[in-house]
């Protein structure tokens, strides 16, 4: 009878997981819609949407309109029923936002503060997310967590941040920074959530490369939907392959790595070292900036070859410079076109679909997929 009983309830709970779901993918559907998208009878759909309206999950959103009798309610969940904070750990500072159920997001904070391994700093970031949560007025039993993205490698088990060149640290327990936190977190290597988020907003895509280029240099691998991290949590640091021998030195203490070439920081310009002046001296035809992009370039285009020539996939182009670089996005698809060997075009390179705060909503979303499985 126990055995009964459980699968019974086992039963119940993934025809509710499945009205959702469908709710969720299809957003202003009719009772009846979900009747024979999924084949459960009525009544069963009934009962699951009784049980997802009393948990406040579903709202009516208007009727369609009626072919012949009553007009059938639209239903459909409710985005901010249940929420999540983001937060990027950058060298100088902190970005804070949220999203909801949807993965819409909400306005980001930036909090000017330089990384630092201590208690100090995690007391810091936690009274931060408490700040943000109070000023956006939302409801705190409604957050599902936190998830955190750090320019580094993490120990498989999340629990260590072993080298993080751009932060200037290593062999950093992950405690120190999220012990304060009143939530759950979740923390993830920025590349490895940038490609996650990419994946999340390209439902066509699911084998992909991901290459950031911000102040650090990092990457992702994603086959058939599944994330690649190599034997020691490493993989895909495309930052880090070399390009010349004995060439420039990396923030990683080595010398002829990617990251060294192209690292925006390689662009920073002027007292501030701003990358926007850069490329705003650029567009006016400035000579030195000029000599420094065509450079930039040549190595940028010689990774994106060497990625593409290993892993023969979609590219994706983040980070930070994916903010600057459309108007040069078309050069750089010709350039590449001219070094490739087996193909005429670079039609497999796409610029990232988000401007700013992708490893932040990439570790949200960890939260949300995770809620939507299990609702």
Same mark, same amino acid.
């Given at each position: @009878?126990?055995?009964?009983?459980? &699968?019974?309830?086992?039963?119940? *709970?993934?025809?509710?997981?499945?009205?959702?779901?469908?709710?969720?993918?299809?957003?202003?559907?009719? +009772?009846?819609?979900?009747?024979? !998208?999924?084949?459960?009878?009525?009544?069963?759909?009934?009962?699951?949407?009784? #049980?997802?309206?009393? *948990?406040?999950?579903?709202?009516?959103? /208007?009727?369609?309109?009626?072919?012949?009798?009553?007009?059938?309610?639209?239903?459909?969940?409710?985005?901010? !029923?249940? @929420?999540?904070?983001?937060?990027?750990?950058?060298?100088?500072?902190?970005?804070?936002?949220?999203?909801?159920?949807?993965?819409? &997001?909400?306005?980001?904070?930036?909090? $000017? *503060?330089?990384?630092?391994?201590?208690?100090?700093?995690?007391?810091?970031?936690?009274?931060?997310?408490?700040?943000?949560?109070?000023?956006?007025?939302?409801?705190?039993?409604?957050?599902?967590?936190?998830?955190?993205?750090?320019?580094?490698?993490?120990?498989?088990?999340?629990?260590?941040?072993?080298?993080?060149?751009?932060?200037?640290?290593?062999?950093?327990?992950?405690?120190?920074?999220? +012990?304060?936190? !009143?939530?759950?977190?979740?923390? $993830?290597?920025?590349?490895?959530?940038?490609?996650?988020? #990419?994946?999340?907003?390209?439902?066509? @895509?699911?084998?992909?490369?991901?290459?950031?280029?911000?102040?650090?240099?990092?990457?992702?691998?994603?086959?058939?939907?599944?994330?690649?991290?190599?034997?020691?949590?490493?993989?895909?640091?495309?930052?880090?392959?070399?390009?010349?021998?004995?060439?420039?030195?990396?923030?990683?203490?080595?010398?002829?790595?990617?990251?060294?070439?192209?690292?925006?920081?390689?662009?920073?310009?002027? +007292?501030?070292?701003?990358?926007?002046?850069?490329?705003?001296?650029?567009?006016?035809?400035?000579?030195?900036?000029?000599?420094?992009?065509?450079?930039?370039?040549?190595? *940028?285009?010689?990774?994106?070859?060497?990625?593409?020539?290993?892993?023969?996939?979609?590219?994706?182009?983040?980070?930070?410079?994916?903010?600057?670089?459309?108007?040069?996005? #078309?050069?750089?698809?010709?350039?590449?076109? +001219?070094? !490739?060997?087996? $193909?005429?075009?670079?039609?497999?390179?796409?610029?990232?679909?988000?401007?700013?705060?992708?490893?932040?909503? /990439?570790?949200?979303?960890?939260?949300?997929?995770?809620?939507?499985?299990?609702?």
């Amino acid at each position: @009878m126990k055995r009964t009983t459980a &699968t019974t309830t086992d039963l119940k *709970l993934i025809n509710r997981n499945k009205v959702y779901r469908y709710i969720y993918e299809n957003d202003n559907v009719s +009772k009846q819609d979900i009747v024979l !998208a999924l084949g459960l009878s009525l009544p069963t759909v009934s009962q699951n949407l009784t #049980e997802l309206f009393d *948990l406040g999950l579903l709202c009516y959103a /208007g009727k369609f309109e009626s072919s012949g009798g009553r007009k059938p309610k639209k239903i459909s969940i409710i985005p901010d !029923a249940r @929420m999540v904070i983001g937060v990027e750990i950058k060298m100088g500072h902190i970005n804070i936002l949220s999203i909801d159920l949807k993965g819409n &997001t909400y306005p980001s904070e930036r909090l $000017e *503060l330089t990384f630092e391994p201590s208690e100090h700093y995690g007391r810091f970031l936690a009274d931060e997310i408490e700040n943000y949560i109070q000023s956006k007025a939302m409801n705190p039993e409604t957050i599902l967590g936190v998830g955190i993205s750090i320019p580094g490698v993490l120990s498989e088990d999340k629990k260590h941040l072993i080298n993080a060149p751009t932060l200037k640290a290593r062999h950093v327990s992950i405690d120190a920074l999220t +012990k304060y936190i !009143a939530h759950e977190t979740f923390i $993830e290597n920025d590349a490895n959530a940038s490609a996650f988020a #990419e994946l999340h907003s390209r439902k066509e @895509m699911e084998t992909l490369a991901f290459l950031s280029a911000s102040e650090g240099v990092g990457g992702a691998f994603t086959y058939n939907g599944v994330s690649y991290t190599g034997r020691n949590n490493r993989g895909a640091e495309f930052g880090h392959m070399t390009v010349v021998n004995g060439g420039k030195q990396c923030a990683c203490g080595k010398s002829g790595c990617l990251e060294a070439y192209i690292s925006t920081s390689v662009l920073a310009y002027g +007292k501030d070292r701003r990358v926007d002046t850069f490329f705003k001296k650029l567009k006016e035809g400035d000579s030195s900036c000029k000599e420094i992009w065509e450079e930039y370039l040549t190595f *940028l285009c010689m990774g994106i070859n060497n990625i593409r020539t290993i892993f023969d996939c979609d590219i994706i182009l983040g980070g930070t410079l994916a903010r600057y670089i459309g108007d040069y996005f #078309e050069d750089m698809k010709q350039r590449l076109s +001219k070094i !490739a060997v087996f $193909e005429e075009n670079a039609d497999y390179l796409h610029l990232s679909n988000y401007t700013s705060n992708a490893s932040a909503i /990439g570790t949200a979303l960890h939260f949300t997929d995770q809620f939507i499985k299990t609702v």
